[in-house]
């Protein structure tokens, strides 16, 4: 899958399926995501192979991965699988191949074992690398909420130069950044290191618009419908 932006607008990408529409990481987000046109549906994978955030997050209706690809194959759609833990690689992309959806999908974890593992066992597929870690949910915040305004207003400008380290060291060729740290300079930076940017996770227009003036090539979000939205009022870059 190539997740570059060209001439027009960044992908969108519909967080935990539409979490903004559905309970997030199930059958109806998933179905959200699909009708609100989203370039990519995203959900979380955990080591038993089920969608959910983390162990205690787990939907009562909760979907195993090989539900939700079976839904997404036909769907057209591509498929962003979030990997919670490292140590599953394996299963995932076996998961992928069973359903004919290696081509269509991108793995994203926070962990450099698991990009690094899976550039051994499937050199091709797009792997994203996850800055910061969103172990607290931190992408429900926004500075200076979860941070001071004068410590994120340093960590971005440090993100140029720590991006490429990153990317180098975790055999990475996609990054997910926290949309907070997303910059031109942190974009060009990182497209300068052969890595797609996908912004995580922006549910407001300012926001939607801001991004895409950065030069990201994807937007992740609760409501896709709403990105899809606000990015067709936009002219071309």
């Not at 205690?56 to 990997?83: I, K």
């Not at 269509?104 to 792997?127: D, K, M």
Request: charged letters at 20%.
């Amino acid at each position: 899958m190539n997740l570059r932006r060209a001439d027009g607008p960044p992908l969108v990408i519909g967080h935990r399926g539409a979490a903004a529409r559905a309970p997030e990481n199930t059958r109806a987000s998933l179905e959200a995501a699909v009708a609100a046109g989203a370039d990519l549906v995203e959900f979380d994978v955990g080591p038993d192979l089920g969608l959910a955030h983390s162990p205690q997050e787990r939907p009562a209706d909760g979907l195993s991965l090989d539900d939700a690809l079976a839904f997404l194959a036909p769907a057209g759609v591509g498929v962003h699988v979030d990997a919670k833990e490292p140590g599953y690689e394996a299963a995932i992309l076996a998961a992928l191949r069973r359903h004919g959806l290696e081509e269509r999908a991108v793995v994203s974890t926070a962990f450099g074992s698991t990009t690094r593992r899976l550039a051994q066992l499937a050199p091709s597929l797009p792997r994203a690398i996850g800055y910061p870690h969103d172990r607290y949910r931190i992408s429900r915040f926004s500075w200076p909420d979860a941070l001071s305004r004068a410590g994120a207003g340093a960590l971005r400008q440090a993100m140029p130069l720590r991006l490429p380290l990153l990317i180098r060291r975790s055999r990475a060729n996609v990054l997910s950044l926290h949309h907070t740290l997303c910059s031109r300079a942190a974009v060009a930076a990182s497209h300068r290191a052969g890595a797609p940017v996908l912004a995580w996770t922006v549910n407001d227009p300012a926001g939607v618009r801001r991004l895409s003036e950065a030069g990201v090539d994807a937007i992740v979000s609760d409501d896709p419908e709403m990105a899809r939205e606000v990015l067709g009022t936009l002219s071309r870059p």
